[in-house]
């Protein structure tokens, strides 16, 4: 693969396309991928250190947003005035330092030694070890919902994705107001890291917690996506694909509506159901459970 420019999250290549056994040569874009590595300086143990606490796999661009989100959802800090400072002086390198009264619990940078762009989850001990506090409990029965907003969302987060349009290879996060109106679209190679753009731009911008939001994600809705929109205080997560089991049990337990496969005019309502009105609803006669068990 030759590269031929990089613009932004982006890159064009040389590719040979090759059609049956014919092949003509053009040009691809694709994703940029590359590690950010997210340096923390702050109060370790009665003592100020600095020290690497995460190297992430991702598409370059507002890395600043996406270590200050990263350390808000994985319960590093607990709101914005916790940061003294943010800043990218190196490539691919964020230096965050933290106000002095903040004290850093160790044990929760012990599970971030490498994140992978496609699993934020992989190589952390155990779910017991990922699960953090929350500072913000979700308001029960708020924003109310209807299908016809449901069925508007995806289409509308497609539209903004620039680019997936290019590329067909990226992941989007996408946040909306109760009316269904786009608010702001972060796009990554992970999943995670979008979503960790998308809350640390709000972080920042002193609109957290997104209790009266909306969070679209273009993939499927795994455990980790449903913790970072938790700490967050999100109260609707809506994905255009599945979710786990671990999700649903997460999403129930935080009094949270998830709603998985929402294209083409249709949706599952996974976990509270109450803030989704105007359904034509049929009794099945069935109990839906989630019950997990989980292991190191």
Request: hydrophobic letters at 45%; one cysteine or more; glycine letters at 8%.
């Amino acid at each position: 693969m030759t590269p031929i420019q990089q613009v932004a999250g982006v890159i064009d290549v040389a590719i040979e396309k090759v059609t049956g056994s014919k092949s003509i040569c053009i040009t691809d874009t694709l994703s940029v991928e590359e590690p950010l590595e997210i340096r923390l300086t702050a109060e370790f143990g009665g003592r100020r250190s600095s020290r690497v606490v995460a190297v992430t796999m991702r598409t370059p661009g507002d890395d600043c947003d996406l270590a200050a989100g990263f350390l808000f959802t994985e319960g590093i800090i607990s709101e914005a005035k916790d940061i003294l400072d943010v800043w990218n002086e190196r490539p691919n390198v964020v230096e965050v330092a933290l106000q002095k009264e903040v004290e850093v619990d160790r044990s929760l940078l012990e599970r971030h030694s490498f994140v992978a762009s496609s699993c934020g989850v992989c190589g952390k001990k155990s779910i017991a070890a990922i699960s953090v506090k929350r500072k913000y409990p979700i308001p029960a029965g708020e924003p109310i919902i209807t299908p016809d907003l449901v069925h508007r969302l995806s289409p509308a987060l497609r539209m903004a994705q620039q680019d997936f349009s290019s590329t067909g290879g990226i992941h989007a996060a996408g946040l909306f107001d109760s009316t269904g109106e786009l608010l702001l679209v972060r796009e990554d190679v992970g999943r995670h890291n979008a979503l960790d753009k998308l809350i640390g731009t709000e972080l920042l911008a002193g609109r957290v917690p997104l209790s009266q939001r909306i969070l679209v994600v273009s993939g499927r809705a795994s455990f980790e996506l449903v913790q970072k929109a938790a700490q967050a205080g999100v109260p609707v997560l809506a994905a255009v694909s599945a979710p786990s089991s671990l999700a649903v049990q997460l999403a129930q337990e935080c009094g949270m509506t998830l709603l998985g496969f929402i294209r083409d005019d249709r949706f599952n309502v996974y976990a509270g159901a109450d803030r989704v009105v105007g359904l034509e609803s049929r009794d099945c006669g069935l109990t839906v459970a989630v019950a997990v068990t989980a292991r190191d």
